[in-house]
């Protein structure tokens, strides 16, 4: 069994001697709100998508795709409208956009 290095403890032994705070520092830094850490990322979304695998025709998904940025979006909002419309669907969507 390999045994563990010990770790040396640095000595200042002048203040002028710490390590520079520099951005790379604060980068790494942990954030805290109160006495408690806080939580790094995106925060989390009221009503949150379920990731799925769908087959589309390939001229559907071109037609789709070439809409530009945000087409998966677009696709959930022209079934939500579907589904309304079929009477399917009847709750009100919490997303900002519907």
Not at 16 to 34: C, I, K, V
Not at 58 to 74: C, H, I, P
Request: a positive charge.
């Amino acid at each position: 069994m390999k045994e563990k290095k010990r770790s040396l403890t640095a000595v200042w032994k002048d203040p002028d001697d710490a390590p520079s705070l520099n951005a790379s520092f604060f980068e790494s830094a942990e954030l805290f709100e109160g006495t408690s850490p806080k939580p790094r990322g995106r925060p989390k979304a009221a009503m949150t998508k379920e990731p799925i695998k769908l087959r589309l025709d390939a001229d559907v998904l071109a037609a789709l795709r070439a809409s530009g940025e945000g087409w998966q979006t677009r696709v959930n909002e022209m079934l939500r409208a579907s589904l309304r419309l079929s009477g399917t669907l009847t709750t009100p969507s919490n997303h900002p956009r519907s």
